[in-house]
C-alpha cells in the first residue's frame, strides 16, 4: 500500500525503492518522458520518469505546465544527474488540465516581477514566489515561537478602531453610512451616531496603545497584526494594508527593550537560516543576478546569505542621536553636498539616506539610534533630563533603513499630560490609555516592526508589493 | 547578585534559598505584613512576606491592590498555609501608586462581568480575565504549531478587499473620499474611481478564496486573521470584528478534511490542557460557580476541564444532513414542539436548538454533519452526483453549537460557473478565482472555524466579548 508523500519528505528521505502517491503540478515535461513536479512544499522539484511509449499519446499531449497530476510509482535512486532520487511512474492521471495556449506561466521567457504583480493569483506558482511565500510563513512562525518562549502573551488588538491616538496621519474610514445621503447633525456635520459603531471609525495605525493596557497585566505582551495608512504613496517602500508585530514590556528600560530588539531580530533571521535555507539559497541566486545588470559601483559587496549571517555575528552598534549627527555632519557626502538633505543642525529628522550612510558606509553593521529630539517623536516616550530628547530607539539596517522603531515609555501622568495638551491631542478621550498611568504605572517599554520590511531585507526583494501576498496601494486592491 | 525573575518560574522551580528581584502588582496585603504579587506570567500570586515594622507608615499605606512594586529578597519555604514557597523581602520599592478611593478594581464585591466590558482596558488585571488572555495566547500559538509541524504556508489574505465573493452580506466599507461632498458620476452615483482604491472597497468577510489561490501553488495553506461582519447583531455570539482560522488544501477530498479537522480541533484544545491547567482549573471553578446560581434543569452535566478531555477522547460522529434530519423529526422536543423552529422536512436549515439536540442530547459527542441542500450551502461547494446535496460539512460542539465550517470545493470549470449564475455572482468579475478551475485544478478542501467560538469552548465563557480583548459591536467600539 502506497500513500502520497509531499515532495519536500521524498527528497530528504535516504531510502530508496518504496512505493509512493505524488500529487503536484507539472513544472516542465521533455523528451516526452521526463516531468519535474512540484507540490510547495519546496522549491525542488521532483523527476518523475515515464517509461517510453507507455502512456497514449493523448495523455502525453496534456502533460503541460502548469496541469496537475496523480503520479504513482517507486522511488528509486536517479540515474540522471541533479538529483539523488526520482520517481519511476507506474501510473500517471490528469486531474487538472492547464491549456498552455492560455496559461500565463507557460511564456518561455521568465515573466518579469512587474507582470506577475498583475496575476498576483498565479504568482506563488513560481519559483521566485515560492520561495518567498514560504519564507514569510517561516518569518511570521519565528516571531510566534520567540514570544511563546519568552512567556509573551499574544494580544489580538483592535481593527477598527475610534481613537486616532498617535495623530499618526491619514487614515481609513469604517462606516455603513448610506454615503448618497448620510444623516446629519443639528450642525450640518455627518451624524455618526448613527453610524453602525454610534461613532466615526477608522482602520487602526497601531496596536501600540492597547497593547500598553494589556502590558500592565500580563508584564510582556505582543502584537502581530494588520495596521493601515492611507498615505497617497506610491513607491516601492509603501504599503496601505501592511503587518505590524509591537511587543510591549513592563518594568522594561530602554536598555532591556533595545536588548529584547536585537535579541528577536537576531532569532528569527536565524530560524529561517535554519529551516528555509533552500528558498534563501535560490533567491540569493536571483538577487546576484539581478545584481549584475547593474552599474558595477551600485552592486551590494554581499550576497544575500552573508548579509544575514553578517546581521546575525554582529553585535548592533549603540549610539545617541546627537553623535549620529555630529558623524553625518562631518562626512563626504555632507560636505561635498551629496546627500538630498543636507544635516546642517542638530534637530533634523534623519532621512533614510542618511540612515544607510550610518549603516553601511560608517559602521559597516546595524545601528541602534537613540534619545531622539522630543520634536520629531511620538508623544508617548519618556522625556530624558535633558528637556529636549526622548528614550527613543531605531534599529537600522543595511539597505532598508529603520527596521524597529521603539521607545521608553512615559510612565509619568503629569509628564504625559502635558506633553499631550502641547501636541493638541485629546486628553480627555483618552482617559483609559492614561488610566495605566493613574493605576499602579510602571516604566514600560515597546517597539515595532514592520513585518514586510524585514521581509525586504530576509528575501532581498526590493520592492514591498513583492513580499506580501495581495498588495493594498493606492489605485490598487486587486483580488 | 539577584535578577528579576518572572513569579511563574519562582511557582515551578524546586530550589529555595537564592536570591532574587521581583516586579509586578499588589493583589491584596493583609496584616500590614503578607502581600499577595502579581506579574501576569501566571494566575497565580507569590507571597511576599514584610518583617514586622522594617517599612515606615507612610510606605505601607502605598501598598495597595494595583499598585506596581519592586522586591528584592530571598525565596525560602514558606510558613503559611497554601505555598510552597515566599519570598522574603529585604527591599520594597513602589514603583506606581494606585488611589484606593479610585481604583475601579478595588471593590471588596466581585464586579460583574458587564462592569468589567466597560473597563475592558483594565480586566486583564482580573484573575479571569488573566486566565482567558492567557488561554487565547496558548490556542493562538497552538493554532500556529499544528499548521507548521504539518508543512502549512502561513498566508496573510487581504483585509481591504474590493470583492463580494461569497454575497456573505452586510459589509463595512472602507474610503477616503469626503463623506460629506463625495464625488459624483455622470449618472449621479457616488465615483469610487476617484476614493483611494480606485474603486469600491471593504473589509473581508472571509480569506478563502484567496486561501484557494495560494493552495493551487503551496499544497497546504491555513490563515488565522480578522474578519469583519456588519451585521446588527447584539447577541452573545456575535461580533463585527473576529479572527478566522481558515485552511485549504489541494488534494484533499471531503474525508481528508474531516480527519484534518477533528484533529486540528483535538490538537489545540490538548495544547492548552497541557499547557495552560492552571488557567483552566480557575475558570472551571468559576463556571462551577456561575452553574450553581442556575436552576438544576439549566446545569451542565459536566465540567469545564472534563468537557475539554470528553472532546479530546470521542471520536466524532459523522453523519449525513440528510440522516440528521430524520432523527430530527422522530426526536421528542420536535414531536413535542417544543423546538422554536420545527423541523418538517428535508430542505430546512438547522438552527442552533438542533445542532445542540444532535450533539448534546442525541450522539453526546461533536458530530459532523455532511452533504448539505445546495440551497442553504455557499456556491464553492462540491456538488454531489444526487443533483440536489453538496460536500459540505459542519462540525457541532456541545453547548456552541456550529464549531466549523468546511466544504470539498467545486473544482469543475462550467459546473462553477453555472452554480455563480444561478446565484447571480458576479462571474466576469472572479475571473481571478475561476483560473484556479481553468489551470490545473485539482480537487481540494478547507474549512473556516472562528477563534472565538472555540475561545468560548474552551474557557467555559458565555458571551463572546468577554473572550477577545476589545469587542467590537453595534454601537460600541471602545477603547
Same mark, same amino acid.
Not at 500513500?3 to 515535461?29: C, E, M, N, P
Not at 507582470?115 to 519559483?127: G, K, M, P, S, V
Not at 451624524?191 to 502590558?215: H, K, W
Given at each position: 500500500m502506497s500513500q502520497r508523500v509531499k515532495v519536500k519528505q521524498i527528497l530528504a528521505d535516504d531510502r530508496t525503492h518504496y512505493a509512493v502517491i505524488v500529487k503536484g503540478w507539472v513544472r516542465s515535461f521533455r523528451n516526452n518522458q521526463f516531468i519535474a513536479v512540484n507540490d510547495g512544499s519546496t522549491n525542488n522539484n521532483l523527476q518523475a520518469v515515464l517509461a517510453l511509449d507507455?502512456?497514449? =499519446?493523448? %495523455?502525453?499531449? /496534456?502533460?503541460? +505546465?502548469?496541469? !496537475?497530476i496523480s503520479l504513482s510509482g517507486e522511488i528509486i535512486p536517479s540515474l540522471g544527474k541533479g538529483q539523488r532520487v526520482e520517481l519511476k511512474v507506474a501510473t500517471l492521471e490528469i486531474l487538472g488540465d492547464c491549456d498552455p495556449e492560455k496559461y500565463p506561466l507557460q511564456l518561455k521567457n521568465r515573466p518579469s516581477l512587474e507582470y506577475l504583480r498583475e496575476i =498576483?493569483? %498565479?504568482?506563488? /506558482?513560481?519559483? +521566485?514566489?515560492? !520561495?518567498?511565500?514560504r519564507v514569510r510563513h517561516s518569518l511570521a512562525f519565528a516571531v510566534h515561537k520567540f514570544f511563546n518562549e519568552r512567556n509573551f502573551v499574544y494580544l489580538h488588538t483592535p481593527i477598527i478602531t475610534a481613537s486616532d491616538a498617535e495623530g499618526a496621519g491619514e487614515m481609513f474610514r469604517v462606516s455603513t453610512l448610506d454615503p448618497m445621503?448620510?444623516?446629519?447633525d443639528v450642525d450640518g456635520n455627518i451624524d455618526y451616531s448613527e453610524d453602525f459603531f454610534g461613532r466615526a471609525t477608522n482602520l487602526t495605525v497601531s496596536g501600540q496603545l492597547e497593547g500598553e493596557l494589556a502590558a500592565m497585566a500580563f508584564g510582556d505582551i505582543y502584537t502581530f497584526g494588520p495596521t493601515f495608512r492611507a498615505e497617497n504613496s506610491n513607491t516601492t517602500r509603501h504599503l496601505a494594508e501592511f503587518w505590524m508585530i509591537e511587543p510591549e514590556m513592563a518594568f522594561y528600560d530602554l536598555e532591556d527593550n533595545?536588548?529584547?530588539?536585537?535579541?528577536?531580530?537576531?532569532?528569527?533571521i536565524g530560524y529561517v537560516l535554519e529551516n528555509n535555507r533552500e528558498d534563501l539559497d535560490f533567491l540569493a541566486t536571483r538577487q546576484e543576478e539581478e545584481e549584475k545588470q547593474k552599474p558595477q559601483a551600485e552592486r551590494s559587496d554581499m550576497g544575500l546569505i552573508e548579509k544575514l549571517e553578517f546581521v546575525l555575528n554582529n553585535e548592533f552598534q549603540k549610539l545617541t542621536y546627537t553623535e549620529a549627527i555630529e558623524i553625518l555632519k562631518n562626512s563626504k557626502p555632507n560636505k561635498n553636498k551629496k546627500f538630498s538633505y543636507i544635516i546642517e543642525e542638530w534637530g533634523a529628522d534623519l532621512q533614510s539616506e542618511h540612515e544607510r550612510y550610518l549603516v553601511e558606509k560608517h559602521f559597516k553593521k546595524p545601528v541602534i539610534l537613540t534619545d531622539y529630539p522630543a520634536a520629531i517623536k511620538a508623544f508617548?516616550?519618556?522625556?530624558?533630563?535633558?528637556?529636549k530628547t526622548v528614550r527613543a530607539m531605531d534599529i537600522l539596517f543595511p539597505g532598508i533603513g529603520e527596521m524597529v522603531g521603539g521607545s521608553q515609555r512615559e510612565e509619568n501622568y503629569e509628564k504625559l499630560v502635558k506633553r499631550m495638551e502641547e501636541m493638541h491631542?485629546?486628553?480627555?478621550?483618552?482617559?483609559?490609555?492614561l488610566d495605566t498611568r493613574r493605576f499602579g504605572a510602571c516604566p514600560h517599554?515597546?517597539?515595532?516592526?514592520?513585518?514586510?520590511?524585514?521581509?525586504?531585507f530576509v528575501t532581498g526583494m526590493t520592492n514591498i508589493r513583492d513580499v506580501i501576498p495581495f498588495p493594498r496601494t493606492p489605485k490598487s486592491a486587486e483580488f
Amino acid at each position: 500500500m502506497s500513500q502520497r508523500v509531499k515532495v519536500k519528505q521524498i527528497l530528504a528521505d535516504d531510502r530508496t525503492h518504496y512505493a509512493v502517491i505524488v500529487k503536484g503540478w507539472v513544472r516542465s515535461f521533455r523528451n516526452n518522458q521526463f516531468i519535474a513536479v512540484n507540490d510547495g512544499s519546496t522549491n525542488n522539484n521532483l523527476q518523475a520518469v515515464l517509461a517510453l511509449d507507455s502512456l497514449d =499519446a493523448s %495523455l502525453l499531449k /496534456r502533460i503541460t +505546465t502548469g496541469a !496537475a497530476i496523480s503520479l504513482s510509482g517507486e522511488i528509486i535512486p536517479s540515474l540522471g544527474k541533479g538529483q539523488r532520487v526520482e520517481l519511476k511512474v507506474a501510473t500517471l492521471e490528469i486531474l487538472g488540465d492547464c491549456d498552455p495556449e492560455k496559461y500565463p506561466l507557460q511564456l518561455k521567457n521568465r515573466p518579469s516581477l512587474e507582470y506577475l504583480r498583475e496575476i =498576483a493569483h %498565479l504568482r506563488f /506558482r513560481t519559483n +521566485t514566489f515560492g !520561495a518567498i511565500f514560504r519564507v514569510r510563513h517561516s518569518l511570521a512562525f519565528a516571531v510566534h515561537k520567540f514570544f511563546n518562549e519568552r512567556n509573551f502573551v499574544y494580544l489580538h488588538t483592535p481593527i477598527i478602531t475610534a481613537s486616532d491616538a498617535e495623530g499618526a496621519g491619514e487614515m481609513f474610514r469604517v462606516s455603513t453610512l448610506d454615503p448618497m445621503n448620510p444623516p446629519l447633525d443639528v450642525d450640518g456635520n455627518i451624524d455618526y451616531s448613527e453610524d453602525f459603531f454610534g461613532r466615526a471609525t477608522n482602520l487602526t495605525v497601531s496596536g501600540q496603545l492597547e497593547g500598553e493596557l494589556a502590558a500592565m497585566a500580563f508584564g510582556d505582551i505582543y502584537t502581530f497584526g494588520p495596521t493601515f495608512r492611507a498615505e497617497n504613496s506610491n513607491t516601492t517602500r509603501h504599503l496601505a494594508e501592511f503587518w505590524m508585530i509591537e511587543p510591549e514590556m513592563a518594568f522594561y528600560d530602554l536598555e532591556d527593550n533595545m536588548a529584547l530588539a536585537e535579541a528577536f531580530v537576531k532569532s528569527v533571521i536565524g530560524y529561517v537560516l535554519e529551516n528555509n535555507r533552500e528558498d534563501l539559497d535560490f533567491l540569493a541566486t536571483r538577487q546576484e543576478e539581478e545584481e549584475k545588470q547593474k552599474p558595477q559601483a551600485e552592486r551590494s559587496d554581499m550576497g544575500l546569505i552573508e548579509k544575514l549571517e553578517f546581521v546575525l555575528n554582529n553585535e548592533f552598534q549603540k549610539l545617541t542621536y546627537t553623535e549620529a549627527i555630529e558623524i553625518l555632519k562631518n562626512s563626504k557626502p555632507n560636505k561635498n553636498k551629496k546627500f538630498s538633505y543636507i544635516i546642517e543642525e542638530w534637530g533634523a529628522d534623519l532621512q533614510s539616506e542618511h540612515e544607510r550612510y550610518l549603516v553601511e558606509k560608517h559602521f559597516k553593521k546595524p545601528v541602534i539610534l537613540t534619545d531622539y529630539p522630543a520634536a520629531i517623536k511620538a508623544f508617548y516616550m519618556k522625556q530624558n533630563e535633558d528637556g529636549k530628547t526622548v528614550r527613543a530607539m531605531d534599529i537600522l539596517f543595511p539597505g532598508i533603513g529603520e527596521m524597529v522603531g521603539g521607545s521608553q515609555r512615559e510612565e509619568n501622568y503629569e509628564k504625559l499630560v502635558k506633553r499631550m495638551e502641547e501636541m493638541h491631542l485629546p486628553v480627555e478621550e483618552m482617559s483609559w490609555y492614561l488610566d495605566t498611568r493613574r493605576f499602579g504605572a510602571c516604566p514600560h517599554a515597546g517597539f515595532g516592526l514592520g513585518f514586510e520590511r524585514l521581509m525586504l531585507f530576509v528575501t532581498g526583494m526590493t520592492n514591498i508589493r513583492d513580499v506580501i501576498p495581495f498588495p493594498r496601494t493606492p489605485k490598487s486592491a486587486e483580488f
